[in-house]
């Protein structure tokens, strides 16, 4: 069965940093999109970023762009969301998702529609 279990959310002062996790069971990397999702209360659930199961190839969203990196590592069937120079406004729950995608990207899958799969959610708090 697909399952994603994200971990690594936490407190943190701005400025600081935090790596999430998102470890996948049920299917292969390279055969599945990967994106990551936040949500705060009252607002809906925001694209973050995303990398393709073919090549790796990854897109971010404007407010996030040159601080939080995507990556995976294939033999830990895991993907990571290193995020740096955090702000208050990166307060979140944040969700790993995965769709069945083994192909390169042509536009940007920063939408939750696109992704059948989702994680519990780990909860990232910037805050001084």
């Known amino acids: 069965q697909v399952q994603l279990v994200e971990s690594g959310g936490g407190l943190v002062q701005p400025g600081g940093s935090l790596r999430l996790s998102c470890a996948a069971s049920?299917?292969?990397?390279?055969?599945?999109?990967i994106g990551w999702f936040r949500q705060a209360p009252g607002k809906e659930r925001e694209g973050v970023s995303c990398?393709?199961?073919?090549?790796?190839?990854?897109y971010y969203t404007d407010s996030v762009k040159g601080r939080f990196t995507i990556s995976r590592d294939n033999a830990k069937n895991t993907v990571y969301l290193q995020m740096n120079r955090l702000k208050p406004e990166d307060t979140a729950v944040y969700y790993c998702?995965?769709?069945?995608?083994?192909?390169?990207?042509?536009?940007?899958?920063?939408?939750?529609?696109?992704?059948?799969?989702w994680g519990q959610g780990t909860q990232v708090t910037v805050s001084s």
């Open positions: 049920g299917f292969t990397l390279d055969d599945y999109a």
């Open positions: 990398i393709s199961g073919d090549d790796g190839t990854t």
């Open positions: 998702a995965a769709v069945d995608y083994s192909g390169t990207f042509l536009y940007p899958r920063l939408r939750p529609y696109e992704y059948d799969y």
